[in-house]
């Protein structure tokens, strides 16, 4: 094995010469650079978790469209490199927009040992995101959701960085706290303190956050520790900040910035290490504006924001989801599941409450089902019940027409368009079905033998090219 090769045994990375007509000296050069770490050239199937390396001197629409097919929707990282001339910067831009992860020079200063330790670093961040620690703590593999985990595990892993987590209510901004806690990397790490600033009362926010000194105020019978002691070598998530009084704001100022504050009652300077987490579900950049949350406090809680999406946004997830709360209600019986009218429910039913609502409405099958094997139509309450109607869906209406519409005019004839809407279909139904072939057979209304035969040969084709 070389010393670069992948711990699995493949390469460490697969390259693709987006023009192979070039005869530009600097592609062969790159080529043959990139295999002597490890690099192989030639894309196949066994680079789906591999990242990929794109050779290319511009970015033209084909080029586009093939950083597009490699990224898989986010799924693999890509990596464009150009060879023999500096892009423009509307170039990089359009590179990005296609599914490239980063893109670089093929010059003096990318070295085969750069591009080394940028995919190390995705080597690192993928194996945390396949741990089960994140398993444990998120449910989900959509994009969408994926392009949010990524970043979380990477800011966690690597930084100390304040986090501010957005998003609706029920989108999961806890979980994400408890995520960055359970990665973060400190040698002596602290509890998980979480305060709910919907609960503050003004006139208590002080020993709340501060803690006091006996005698402080009337009531003040002992000493007390505040929220930034009991978070000390830990993580401190502030719940709802965007709901913090307006005259509080100033006091955390010093102590979000510098970590020492004063018990109220104390002139002694104290210090807390700590990692701020904080969450909402408001618009604080609006608040801002609105001076109902302060600029300063903003930018010193927010060195790395991340926006939950909502399920809506992320519909591939919800049936992965319904499954997991389905397993906390029959631990022991893994028989039990959700028949295809049951599962067509779920992912056609809208959620204001996001993940929390899902939760109670797999919950109320649950209570409803009696016996072994799969949840029917039966076990639904009548409020959850969709029209009949409702469930008639026009699923061929304008975005699917703009869609064709779009590939006939980039030159894609009816074999393209047909191949890539099966490849679609099957890459949906997988990620919903969690890799589960038969099920994924089952909803692509095909046999378990065909859905094997049709991997079996886009693995072949893979490899030929």
């Not at 790159?30 to 970015?59: F, H, N, T």
């Not at 949010?148 to 304040?162: K, M, N």
């Not at 002139?267 to 302060?294: G, H, I």
């Not at 008639?392 to 393209?416: C, E, M, N, P, S």
């Amino acid at each position: 094995m070389s010393t670069f090769e992948h711990k699995t045994g493949k390469p460490l990375a697969w390259c693709e010469i987006a023009d192979p007509g070039s005869t530009d000296d600097l592609l062969p050069e790159a080529v043959r650079a990139l295999e002597s770490i490890g690099v192989r050239c030639g894309v196949s199937e066994d680079a789906d978790e591999r990242p990929v390396l794109v050779l290319m001197r511009a970015v033209t629409p084909e080029v586009s469209d093939r950083l597009r097919g490699l990224a898989r929707s986010g799924r693999r990282r890509v990596m464009a490199i150009a060879c023999g001339r500096t892009l423009t910067p509307p170039e990089r831009w359009t590179a990005l927009a296609s599914g490239a992860s980063d893109l670089i020079d093929w010059d003096a200063d990318a070295t085969p040992g750069h591009i080394l330790s940028r995919i190390a670093r995705w080597d690192e961040v993928e194996d945390l995101l396949g741990s089960a620690t994140v398993r444990e703590h998120i449910v989900g593999n959509s994009p969408a959701l994926l392009a949010v985990l990524r970043h979380v595990v990477e800011i966690a892993a690597f930084t100390s960085a304040p986090v501010l987590v957005t998003g609706e209510s029920g989108t999961g901004k806890e979980l994400i706290a408890r995520l960055i806690h359970a990665i973060d990397r400190r040698q002596t790490k602290g509890e998980f303190v979480l305060l709910d600033c919907t609960t503050i009362v003004p006139e208590l926010s002080g020993s709340e956050f501060f803690g006091h000194e006996r005698g402080s105020y009337t009531g003040a019978v002992g000493q007390r520790d505040g929220a930034f002691a009991l978070a000390h070598r830990g993580t401190l998530f502030l719940d709802e900040v965007g709901e913090l009084p307006l005259g509080l704001q100033p006091s955390l100022l010093r102590v979000v910035q510098e970590h020492t504050y004063k018990r109220v009652g104390s002139n002694e300077w104290r210090s807390a290490e700590f990692r701020l987490v904080c969450a909402t579900n408001r618009d604080l950049m609006a608040d801002q504006a609105r001076n109902k949350f302060r600029r300063d406090l903003y930018y010193r809680i927010a060195a790395c924001v991340f926006h939950l999406p909502p399920l809506r946004q992320r519909p591939e997830d919800i049936l992965p989801l319904a499954r997991h709360f389905l397993r906390q209600h029959f631990p022991q019986d893994e028989e039990v599941d959700f028949d295809d009218a049951v599962a067509g429910c779920l992912i056609s039913r809208e959620y204001p409450g996001n993940v929390r609502d899902l939760k109670q409405i797999v919950g109320r099958l649950a209570y409803r089902h009696a016996g072994r094997g799969k949840i029917t139509v039966g076990a639904i309450p009548p409020e959850d019940r969709p029209q009949p109607e409702a469930m008639i869906v026009d699923w061929k209406g304008a975005a699917f027409r703009h869609t064709v519409q779009r590939a006939l005019a980039l030159g894609y004839g009816l074999k393209d368009i047909g191949r890539s809407a099966e490849d679609v279909a099957e890459e949906i139904v997988l990620g919903e079905e969690g890799g589960n072939l038969q099920r994924a057979a089952r909803r692509l209304r095909i046999t378990d033998r065909a859905l094997q035969m049709r991997r079996a040969a886009r693995r072949a084709i893979g490899e030929a090219s």
